[in-house]
């Protein structure tokens, strides 16, 4: 069985940078054996690459990309914290926010695009509960923000 990192290379994912957090908190906190990373948005290289609401400015499918490099950002922060991503036992939870224009109601089907980066990375092990929840701004006017957090050995 592969390793997460030896799935990216085989998948072509790249691990980024952690991001800077913008504000006063850190990337990631491990309490025992859980690890919760900060909310991530989807900053590439320091650089957003969409703004505004799911469902007015952007549409739900390139927020489904966006919410992918969240979640990509969140297991940079995950790796920093714990070294190996091999030490993943299972991600637990993630919580993905979306910045919802007032009659859009496909936030699961956006906070997918976090979901299935997590299996394809971690496998079955990437399965997890999920909360995908509308909210009417997001920092930095990003569509999208996830969350999670992780059992690791």
């Keep these: 069985m ?39 948005i989807p ?3 320091g650089e957003l690459g969409v703004t505004g609401k799911v469902g007015a400015e952007v549409d739900p499918e390139e927020a489904t990309r966006q919410a992918r490099i969240c ?6 922060a995950l790796k920093a914290e714990v070294g190996e991503l091999s030490r993943v036992v ?3 939870k993630v919580v993905g ?4 224009a007032p009659d ?3 936030q699961p089907a956006v906070v997918n695009g976090a979901s299935d980066l997590l ?4 496998g079955d092990a990437g399965r997890h509960a999920r909360s995908a929840v509308g ?8 569509p999208v923000e996830v969350e999670l957090i992780a059992e690791i050995s």
Excluded: C, W
Aim: net charge negative; charged share 20%.
């Design 43 to 45: 900053l590439v290289k």
């Design 104 to 106: 859009f109601h496909g």
């Design 119 to 122: 299996v394809e990375v971690f």
């Design 2 to 40: 592969s390793t997460p990192e030896e799935r990216m290379r085989e998948l072509g994912i790249e691990l980024p940078e952690v991001v800077a957090p913008v504000a006063s908190y850190v990337p990631a906190v491990r309490t025992g054996s859980l690890v919760y990373t900060a909310g991530q």
């Design 90 to 92: 299972r991600i637990v």
């Design 97 to 100: 926010f979306v910045a919802s």
């Design 71 to 76: 979640a990509l950002n969140a297991v940079a």
């Design 135 to 142: 909210v009417a701004v997001l920092p930095r006017d990003v």
